[in-house]
């Protein structure tokens, strides 16, 4: 399995990406950098997108990726999220006014976009998505990714929450977590009001990870990042700060 880095940034500057990462070509998890950082070539091989909730860093390419593609495909774009998520999108994106209905277009029969909604696990071609709520302001999913080779757990946006490291410490062949940090711990009530992590909380968040893991940091505030960058670097356990064009196999 191999993942490639095309966003993972907490807000989007001319050198920041918002989060979205590839999945063997094919898949990708957020789409808050698609179209900014791939061909349309290579936008025609994506098949799935899976989202961790609706805010707008995440899906903001899902749109703009349906106008791109349409009459270049002949199956469907799946889009894979919570049952929220996928209303958010059918009623506030894809509604004909903010922009046109592509889970329509060109026929009802045989769209661009296809909404799909989980009720648990679901697979993705030989990917197999574990979803686990999270803390957020929307609901909000992280997943634990899986093959017949290994796997990843990446947290969505999320504030402390023990329900994701209880599954992450029982995933089977676990490689790494991608966790979000967002904020300086001087603005914690910030973070804590916005359900996002601060150096402070990551720290307590990592002690409940019984895993010996590489841990994969994102979504910090290009504003903060000096900052967020230097608390990270004091804490007990290692972290690694990722940056767009970062690959990994797992």
Not at 209 to 233: F, G, I, M, N, S
């Amino acid at each position: 399995m191999r993942l490639r880095v095309l966003g993972c940034a907490g807000g989007e500057l001319p050198s920041r990406r918002t989060t979205c990462f590839l999945v063997d070509d094919e898949v990708a998890i957020d789409a808050g950098a698609l179209t900014a950082s791939l061909p349309l070539e290579a936008l025609d091989r994506i098949d799935h997108v899976v989202l961790t909730h609706s805010h707008l860093d995440h899906v903001k390419d899902v749109p703009l990726l349906a106008d791109l593609v349409v009459g270049r495909r002949t199956r469907p774009i799946s889009v894979h999220a919570s049952p929220e998520c996928i209303q958010t999108l059918s009623e506030h994106v894809f509604n004909d006014r903010l922009w046109p209905d592509f889970t329509r277009i060109p026929d009802a029969e045989e769209p661009v976009i296809r909404l799909a909604p989980f009720h648990g696990p679901f697979r993705v071609g030989r990917l197999h998505f574990d979803p686990i709520p999270t803390h957020h302001t929307v609901e909000s999913t992280g997943y634990v990714v899986s093959d017949d080779a290994g796997a990843f757990a990446i947290s969505g946006d999320t504030g402390p929450t023990s329900a994701f490291w209880d599954r992450v410490n029982a995933a089977q062949g676990l490689a790494a977590v991608i966790v979000e940090t967002s904020f300086p711990d001087r603005l914690q009530r910030l973070a804590d009001l916005s359900g996002h992590l601060t150096p402070r909380t990551l720290a307590g968040e990592l002690a409940k990870l019984r895993r010996d893991v590489p841990v994969l940091v994102y979504h910090v505030k290009p504003a903060c990042e000096a900052e967020v960058r230097a608390e990270l670097a004091e804490l007990s356990r290692p972290v690694r700060i990722l940056s767009t064009g970062d690959e990994f196999t797992f």
